[in-house]
């Protein structure tokens, strides 16, 4: 039944996003939602950030219904109301929302009539025959935006930022060498993994124009280099045109835009990309459930780049102790 309604949602936001690409056919000015979405769906609750197939279908809703990317179950958004003195002792610090009213009390409740979204959990049990842990499946629970909440303020925040161009491409160039990355500048190709000889290439950076540009990039780049057999082994097919070459595109799609997200940086997308278009939306005409298993192998790359770079800093730490 969980499964019957995350292939349910699946279909539902596959459907929107195939509409989506064939919008962009028509109008090639046109942006992919992925990369106007902000991929920060998080829960001011618990602090968490929502990860895998959680965070891109959560962050597409978002996009698609003009929202913020702040999520919670209806009880959580209740324990953000602020209760009075009187309330508190009142009700023997069980306060009671329905009897709060008249106490002076700053309740936050979700809108009478809302719609809930569906957010999913990983459930495991054992395997009869191995006696391992195994996944079973996924349980589906409510969530709400905060744009369908009363008494809650979205928080305000800015970015400044002081560095030249120049200094953000390098910061970027040292972000991708402290995760290990073997990365070569070049006067004019344009910007590629080499899975074979395993290291990644960038145009020079007078090449470019905007830093967050670069930083995008790049980080396509990386999510395609953890592809690699000897970190996270996906199918890294080189012939393009593939199903295979493609769905490792949207991966990496993906990936740069939960990153920037993760970075606060602008994503952009790269024009050379046109040329997938048919090929998503034949993939994702075919097979619904590519969204989800593109964004968890995204997810899993993002992880992995940021653990490798704390591990390395770690180590760096250690040596200057």
Request: proline share 5%; glycine share 8%; net charge positive.
């Given at each position: 039944m969980q499964n019957d309604k995350l292939d349910t949602l699946n279909a539902v936001i596959t459907q929107r996003m195939i509409e989506s690409l064939k919008e962009w056919r028509e109008d090639l000015q046109w942006t992919p939602p992925w990369v106007r979405a902000d991929f920060s769906a998080f829960n001011?609750?618990?602090?968490?950030?929502?990860?895998?197939?959680?965070r891109f279908m959560l962050s597409m809703i978002a996009l698609m219904e003009d929202w913020s990317n702040e999520w919670a179950t209806y009880r959580q958004w209740q324990t953000l109301s602020r209760h009075s003195a009187q309330c508190v002792e009142l009700h023997d610090d069980k306060p009671i929302q329905s009897a709060c009213r008249d106490l002076g009390c700053s309740l936050v409740n979700v809108e009478k009539g809302s719609k809930s979204s569906l957010a999913f959990r990983p459930f495991y049990g054992k395997d009869k025959e191995t006696g391992e842990d195994k996944l079973f499946g996924f349980r589906a629970y409510n969530v709400f935006n905060a744009s369908q909440v009363t008494g809650y303020s979205l928080p305000v925040v800015t970015v400044t930022r002081t560095d030249s161009d120049l200094e953000?491409?390098?910061e970027a160039d040292e972000y991708?060498?402290?995760?290990?990355?073997?990365?070569?500048?070049?006067p004019y190709h344009?910007?590629?993994y080499?899975?074979?000889?395993?290291?990644?290439?960038?145009?020079?950076?007078?090449?470019?124009?905007e830093p967050d540009r670069y930083w995008s990039t790049l980080t396509h780049e990386l999510v395609h280099w953890t592809g690699n057999s000897a970190r996270l082994n996906r199918t890294?097919?080189?012939?393009f045109g593939s199903d295979e070459y493609a769905f490792e595109e949207l991966v990496a799609e993906l990936g740069a835009s939960f990153q920037m997200s993760n970075l606060g940086?602008?994503?952009?997308?790269?024009?050379?990309?046109?040329a997938y278009l048919q090929h998503w939306l034949r993939i994702l005409t075919a097979d619904s459930t590519l969204l989800w298993k593109a964004a968890n192998h995204a997810e899993r790359a993002v992880?992995?780049?940021n653990a490798q770079i704390e591990e390395r800093n770690d180590i760096q730490q250690e040596i200057h102790v």
């Open positions: 001011p609750v618990s602090g968490a950030t929502y990860s895998g197939g959680n953000q491409m390098t991708a060498r402290s995760a290990g990355a073997k990365l070569v500048h070049s344009g910007a590629s080499h899975p074979t000889k395993d290291y990644v290439t960038m145009p020079d950076h007078d090449r470019w124009t890294m097919s080189t012939d940086r602008a994503n952009t997308f790269r024009d050379d990309h046109l992880k992995h780049i």
